[in-house]
């Protein structure tokens, strides 16, 4: 176990040529891959442990006053498709059907004729997707579209719901409700619908909760203008991930021989996106249980050569990346002084977002320890405020229920929590200045290309106790689908864009990104 440990530690600084090393496929995959898949309620149960206690607050003069939910999207289908990586016999084995059809507006449908006591209504429409004319005959296998939530995301949500309110309802100033909740969500089904399912399960208590018809804003942008899905105006920024990514992974020692071997395997040319159909179908229950057990297995292979992609393409590129979630970070740490301030009254705010942007953030902050976000993943910002000093703000940032050091917040202050002002390292606090931002992101600046000194190993941030390399209960085990056919009330969550006006060059406070 100790050589596998710092034969990860060399692969993950980059210091030992992939094709000399003799790596062990399967522990690798469980180390970059640690319980991806989020099977409830244990992953979101540990997400939520609650703030700091009665006695140390009342040691150091704080008091908790609101929390921060970033979220990832719950259980999803394919993002892309396995009929590209597949013969179609296997590609049809492997697709899960969905589950979560009813939208939004459908279930305001329902309650609107239930309350008008008129005869039911027309019935739900559910999509049935088709593929390409001429390809895959005529339905598709499943009913389900790209990236579209699982029965299993209700039940992640639920979980995740009944953590947070335990864990967190009792302790801020006021019970929080929907009326007194902050929700913002990319322009996305899986994260609008998750958005949907998590204040449902808040705020209604279980799938068989109800209530009279309520409605909701939910805070939103253009998808081509949101940092919450990493896409603001910033050419010079996509260019470096763009070549990062082109770059990243490549090594013809490695990749070569995989190529050749899935090709004459599957008939299909490898791609770097093989990976997605083969982890959905892992969390699935739909691959056979030894498919990603043995060193000489392809689909572990494929994951693999994913994990080695990934890490240049965000580590390589830190700077870039930081460039391009970093308001999303700025706009976080704004929303938080507010509620420290009072300004804000919305104690409880959540945001949801994808994987893609809350590991870029964790590289942003310095805290990305190797493990991609697992479905429903949480990260926590907890707010505190000292009841002297003129209320000065505190804050402590969690990932799967454990702190996380933060190097921009050191010194630590009262009870190991974080000056909100120092929570942002430098490279992300600069892009406040719209000059900065400007030159950064027309290529005029030196911040977007990161140099060799900034591509530190993962390996390097977490103690080895909270690496651990054992396999995940869940990880190959089968998923019994449960099917939700309507939710007993909820809000209708109606989309409201936010202006994205950015600030003047001589402000000298970020205006917030949202006005509301």
Same mark, same amino acid.
């Given at each position: 176990a100790g050589v596998t440990r710092l034969l990860l530690a060399a692969l993950l600084l980059g210091r030992v040529p992939v094709a000399e090393a003799s790596f062990d496929v399967p522990e690798l995959l469980r180390r970059h891959f640690l319980d991806i898949c989020a099977h409830p309620p244990e992953p979101q149960r540990a997400a939520a442990p609650g703030p700091l206690d009665e006695k140390t607050l009342e040691e150091h003069g704080l008091e908790f006053v609101a929390l921060n939910v970033v979220f990832r999207h719950g259980a999803r289908s394919v993002l892309h498709s396995p009929y590209d990586c597949f013969p179609k016999e296997f590609a049809d084995s492997i697709i899960s059907d969905c589950g979560v059809h009813t939208g939004t507006m459908l279930d305001w449908l329902a309650n609107e004729t239930a309350k008008r006591k008129e005869v039911a209504g027309t019935p739900p429409l559910v999509k049935k997707y088709h593929g390409d004319y001429g390809t895959h005959g005529e339905a598709s296998a499943s009913s389900c579209g790209p990236a579209q939530l699982l029965d299993e995301a209700v039940d992640q949500f639920e979980a995740l719901g009944g953590a947070l309110r335990g864990a967190y309802f009792g302790r801020l100033p006021e019970e929080p409700s929907l009326d007194s909740t902050w929700l913002y969500s990319t322009d996305t089904d899986r994260t609008i619908a998750s958005t949907y399912l998590l204040q449902h399960f808040l705020f209604s208590g279980s799938k068989a909760g109800s209530r009279p018809l309520r409605t909701a804003e939910l805070q939103t942008r253009s998808q081509d203008s949101d940092a919450w899905a990493r896409r603001v105006p910033c050419p010079a920024a996509e260019k470096a991930v763009e070549e990062a990514s082109e770059q990243a992974g490549t090594s013809d020692d490695f990749l070569g021989p995989l190529k050749e071997r899935w090709l004459a395997k599957f008939g299909k040319p490898f791609s770097q996106d093989c990976h997605d159909p083969v982890l959905v179908a892992n969390c699935s229950g739909k691959l056979p249980t030894d498919a990603l057990s043995g060193e000489d297995s392809l689909l572990a292979e494929v994951v693999v050569a994913n994990f080695l992609h990934a890490k240049s393409k965000y580590?390589? =590129?830190?700077?870039?990346?930081?460039?391009?979630?970093?308001? =999303?970070?700025?706009?976080?740490?704004?929303? =938080?002084?507010?509620? =420290?301030?009072?300004?804000e009254r919305k104690a409880l705010a959540l945001w949801a977002t994808h994987d893609t942007v809350i590991l870029p953030m964790l590289v942003s902050l310095g805290v990305w320890d190797g493990v991609w976000p697992q479905y429903t993943e949480a990260i926590l910002l907890e707010v505190y405020r000292e009841r002297a000093n003129g209320g000065k703000a505190w804050v402590r940032l969690l990932r799967r229920g454990e702190p996380l050091e933060v190097p921009s917040c050191h010194p630590l202050g009262p009870g190991g929590l974080c000056d909100l002002e120092h929570l942002l390292p430098k490279e992300v606090a600069r892009l406040r200045d719209l000059a900065v931002r400007e030159e950064l992101c027309t290529g005029g600046g030196d911040g977007v290309a990161s140099p060799p000194s900034v591509a530190v190993g993962v390996a390097e941030v977490p103690s080895k106790d909270s690496m651990s390399l054992m396999p995940s209960a869940g990880l190959l085990a089968g998923l019994l689908m449960t099917t939700v056919a309507a939710f007993g009330g909820g809000a209708v969550v109606g989309r409201r864009f936010g202006r994205a006006d950015r600030p003047r060059a001589d402000d000298s406070a970020f205006a917030p990104l949202l006005q509301h």
């Amino acid at each position: 176990a100790g050589v596998t440990r710092l034969l990860l530690a060399a692969l993950l600084l980059g210091r030992v040529p992939v094709a000399e090393a003799s790596f062990d496929v399967p522990e690798l995959l469980r180390r970059h891959f640690l319980d991806i898949c989020a099977h409830p309620p244990e992953p979101q149960r540990a997400a939520a442990p609650g703030p700091l206690d009665e006695k140390t607050l009342e040691e150091h003069g704080l008091e908790f006053v609101a929390l921060n939910v970033v979220f990832r999207h719950g259980a999803r289908s394919v993002l892309h498709s396995p009929y590209d990586c597949f013969p179609k016999e296997f590609a049809d084995s492997i697709i899960s059907d969905c589950g979560v059809h009813t939208g939004t507006m459908l279930d305001w449908l329902a309650n609107e004729t239930a309350k008008r006591k008129e005869v039911a209504g027309t019935p739900p429409l559910v999509k049935k997707y088709h593929g390409d004319y001429g390809t895959h005959g005529e339905a598709s296998a499943s009913s389900c579209g790209p990236a579209q939530l699982l029965d299993e995301a209700v039940d992640q949500f639920e979980a995740l719901g009944g953590a947070l309110r335990g864990a967190y309802f009792g302790r801020l100033p006021e019970e929080p409700s929907l009326d007194s909740t902050w929700l913002y969500s990319t322009d996305t089904d899986r994260t609008i619908a998750s958005t949907y399912l998590l204040q449902h399960f808040l705020f209604s208590g279980s799938k068989a909760g109800s209530r009279p018809l309520r409605t909701a804003e939910l805070q939103t942008r253009s998808q081509d203008s949101d940092a919450w899905a990493r896409r603001v105006p910033c050419p010079a920024a996509e260019k470096a991930v763009e070549e990062a990514s082109e770059q990243a992974g490549t090594s013809d020692d490695f990749l070569g021989p995989l190529k050749e071997r899935w090709l004459a395997k599957f008939g299909k040319p490898f791609s770097q996106d093989c990976h997605d159909p083969v982890l959905v179908a892992n969390c699935s229950g739909k691959l056979p249980t030894d498919a990603l057990s043995g060193e000489d297995s392809l689909l572990a292979e494929v994951v693999v050569a994913n994990f080695l992609h990934a890490k240049s393409k965000y580590l390589d =590129a830190k700077e870039a990346w930081t460039s391009l979630v970093g308001p =999303a970070l700025l706009e976080l740490q704004d929303f =938080a002084r507010r509620q =420290a301030e009072g300004k804000e009254r919305k104690a409880l705010a959540l945001w949801a977002t994808h994987d893609t942007v809350i590991l870029p953030m964790l590289v942003s902050l310095g805290v990305w320890d190797g493990v991609w976000p697992q479905y429903t993943e949480a990260i926590l910002l907890e707010v505190y405020r000292e009841r002297a000093n003129g209320g000065k703000a505190w804050v402590r940032l969690l990932r799967r229920g454990e702190p996380l050091e933060v190097p921009s917040c050191h010194p630590l202050g009262p009870g190991g929590l974080c000056d909100l002002e120092h929570l942002l390292p430098k490279e992300v606090a600069r892009l406040r200045d719209l000059a900065v931002r400007e030159e950064l992101c027309t290529g005029g600046g030196d911040g977007v290309a990161s140099p060799p000194s900034v591509a530190v190993g993962v390996a390097e941030v977490p103690s080895k106790d909270s690496m651990s390399l054992m396999p995940s209960a869940g990880l190959l085990a089968g998923l019994l689908m449960t099917t939700v056919a309507a939710f007993g009330g909820g809000a209708v969550v109606g989309r409201r864009f936010g202006r994205a006006d950015r600030p003047r060059a001589d402000d000298s406070a970020f205006a917030p990104l949202l006005q509301h």
